[in-house]
């Protein structure tokens, strides 16, 4: 099913950032395609909702983690539906909090294979054509673990700090040759009931409550932020950046304590 229209890919296109952000690029022009490893109900009403505001997408299920599946998804995308003008790399590689003994090595393999490799692959699979045509977009989502490092944390700040590398690389080497390649760093909770919700179960409700109002990042606001990084003059490209809610407290200030939340507020709401 060819289209007229430049495609937006969006590998993990959850209910959170990838599907705000493929509803908000739909509606910008782009087609768009869209991949996560499970749940097709879920994306088909995310499609649904597209083509119901007069957009255009697709879907399919794939597995980032397998060699090959990203490979296979761009050359069918360019193939079958058009040249990719913009992409979103949003799949996640956390796996809570384990000491070192706990995080076996294929665990360890996993979140960067999710975290960083895959990242390299779909910049391989998809910016020589890019190249030709001199110009693209790379999104990255990233986490607080690509800044720093804590206790627990092992698997996925060393799977986030090699996506940042990996950002700033690709960036030295593709800035010039036209391809935009931008790392955002979500500083913050985001209101998304297929990852966070499934992370806190029936305690979902009650984090948002007690983070107050505006106090978790909404992304359908936050897509305003992915589309505006990609319709950026080649003059003024941002490469990375950073996003929490109001009520949080930078990464570089923040104070982890059992008595708070983790954030930099305590549990009876924002600091005064």
Same mark, same amino acid.
């Given at each position: 099913?060819?289209?007229?229209?430049?495609?937006?890919?969006?590998?993990?296109?959850?209910?959170?950032?990838?599907?705000?952000?493929?509803?908000?690029?739909? !509606?910008?022009?782009?087609?768009?395609?869209?991949?996560?490893?499970?749940?097709?109900?879920?994306? !088909?009403?995310?499609?649904?909702?597209?083509?119901?505001?007069? %957009?255009?997408?697709?879907?399919?299920?794939?597995?980032?983690?397998?060699?090959?599946?990203?490979?296979?998804?761009?050359?069918?995308?360019?193939?079958?539906?058009?040249?990719?003008?913009?992409?979103?790399?949003?799949?996640?590689?956390q796996i809570g909090n384990r000491t070192l003994h706990d995080t076996p090595h294929k665990t360890f393999e996993l979140g960067?294979?999710?975290?960083?490799?895959?990242?390299?692959?779909?910049?391989?699979?998809?910016?020589?054509?890019?190249?030709?045509?001199?110009?693209?977009?790379?999104?990255?989502?990233?986490?607080?673990?690509?800044?720093?490092?804590?206790?627990?944390?092992?698997?996925?700040?060393?799977?986030?700090?090699?996506?940042?590398?990996?950002?700033?690389? @690709?960036?030295?080497?593709?800035?010039?040759? %036209?391809?935009?390649?931008?790392?955002?760093?979500?500083? %913050?909770?985001?209101?998304?009931?297929?990852?966070?919700?499934? @992370?806190? %179960?029936? *305690?979902?409700?009650?984090?948002?409550?007690? *983070?107050?109002?505006?106090g978790v990042i909404d992304p359908g606001e936050l897509a305003e932020t992915y589309w505006?990084?990609?319709?950026?003059?080649?003059?003024?490209?941002?490469?990375? @950046?950073?996003?929490?809610?109001?009520?949080?407290?930078?990464?570089?200030?923040?104070?982890?304590?059992?008595?708070?939340?983790?954030?930099?507020?305590?549990?009876?709401?924002?600091?005064?």
């Amino acid at each position: 099913m060819a289209s007229d229209k430049p495609v937006f890919l969006v590998i993990g296109a959850g209910a959170g950032i990838g599907g705000h952000c493929a509803k908000h690029f739909a !509606a910008g022009g782009y087609y768009a395609v869209l991949a996560r490893r499970s749940d097709e109900e879920s994306m !088909a009403r995310i499609i649904g909702d597209i083509e119901d505001a007069g %957009g255009s997408a697709s879907g399919t299920l794939i597995n980032a983690a397998e060699d090959g599946s990203i490979e296979e998804l761009v050359e069918r995308t360019e193939r079958d539906i058009g040249p990719i003008g913009a992409a979103l790399y949003n799949l996640g590689a956390q796996i809570g909090n384990r000491t070192l003994h706990d995080t076996p090595h294929k665990t360890f393999e996993l979140g960067w294979r999710l975290g960083c490799y895959g990242v390299f692959r779909l910049a391989h699979a998809m910016f020589p054509a890019m190249v030709e045509r001199g110009r693209g977009t790379l999104l990255v989502t990233s986490a607080t673990s690509a800044m720093r490092g804590n206790a627990g944390q092992h698997s996925h700040a060393a799977a986030m700090g090699g996506r940042r590398m990996l950002c700033q690389t @690709l960036n030295a080497e593709f800035g010039p040759q %036209g391809i935009h390649v931008a790392h955002i760093v979500v500083d %913050g909770a985001v209101d998304a009931p297929d990852t966070l919700g499934k @992370l806190l %179960g029936d *305690k979902y409700e009650a984090f948002k409550a007690n *983070k107050g109002p505006d106090g978790v990042i909404d992304p359908g606001e936050l897509a305003e932020t992915y589309w505006h990084l990609a319709q950026q003059p080649k003059n003024c490209w941002t490469h990375e @950046l950073d996003i929490r809610p109001w009520t949080d407290v930078a990464w570089w200030n923040d104070n982890p304590n059992p008595e708070i939340d983790g954030r930099g507020k305590s549990f009876a709401g924002p600091k005064t």
